[in-house]
């Protein structure tokens, strides 16, 4: 079975631009979660779809959003870009809603904003 | 809001020597707990979770955790560790289907 594949591995933006990622689940896992990895704040929770609908929401700006699509699909998108979104951004899948102990993660997207 | 903390941010063991790494959670209500784990250049994987039931979880590779209710403890330990243990550790408490991870204590095991 194949994992959660998260594209692109590696990105370089500068202030002010916006960037999209993207995560393919597990085959039949609904749910897509997003996390935010640095090394100052370790991981943190973003946001959760499940069937398409954002089921929950960690705390960060609304420069954060993301989606689902009807085949799982997720992407998050992070406008207006800002040197402290440097980071490591994980996507995990899961066959439930909010159950962490059932999340696979990927590899994760590595944005450096300049 | 539910905080994680891990004391410990780097341990150095040799191996066969034994491990326990500290995890305390804020929240005193229900709460699920995890370690991950992330070995070089690997993505995160579950090391056991704690649900409900015996406070005593056995995990993937001899690691087990005990749930301390009254102290808001969910210790990681492993009698004997190996080189192939050398990873980074995170603790994780899931409130309200809502996960937080603690900062993550990198382990370094000497042969």
């Known amino acids: 079975k194949a994992g959660v594949t998260q594209t692109p591995r590696y990105l370089i933006k500068t202030r002010g631009q916006q960037v999209t990622l993207s995560c393919s689940p597990i085959s039949g896992h609904r749910s897509v979660s997003w996390y935010q990895q640095t090394p100052g704040q370790g991981l943190q929770f973003l946001f959760e779809?499940?069937?398409?609908?954002?089921?929950n929401k960690g705390n960060f700006p609304g420069r954060f959003s993301g989606r689902q699509f009807s085949n799982s699909r997720s992407e998050m998108n992070v406008s207006t870009l800002e040197l402290g979104d440097s980071a490591l951004y994980l996507c995990?899948?899961?066959?439930?809603?909010?159950?962490?102990?059932?999340?696979?993660f990927g590899e994760g997207s590595r944005l450096t904003v300049l | 809001a539910q905080s994680v903390s891990q004391h410990n941010h780097h341990v150095i063991l040799s191996e066969a020597a034994s491990l326990e790494l500290g995890c305390n959670y804020s929240?005193?209500?229900?709460?699920?707990l995890f370690w991950y784990v992330q070995y070089p250049g690997q993505h995160l994987q579950l090391l056991l979770k704690?649900?409900?039931?015996?406070?005593l979880v056995k995990g993937i590779k001899g690691f087990e955790a005990e749930f301390i209710k009254s102290k808001f403890s969910f210790n990681l330990r492993k009698p004997s560790v190996q080189w192939s243990d050398t990873a980074e550790y995170f603790c994780a408490a899931e409130e309200s289907y809502i996960p937080t991870f603690g900062r993550g204590t990198s382990l370094i095991v000497h042969p």
């Open positions: 929240y005193g209500g229900t709460v699920n």
């Open positions: 995990a899948s899961s066959p439930t809603s909010g159950r962490a102990g059932e999340l696979f």
């Open positions: 704690y649900f409900s039931g015996d406070p």
């Open positions: 779809y499940f069937s398409e609908t954002q089921r």
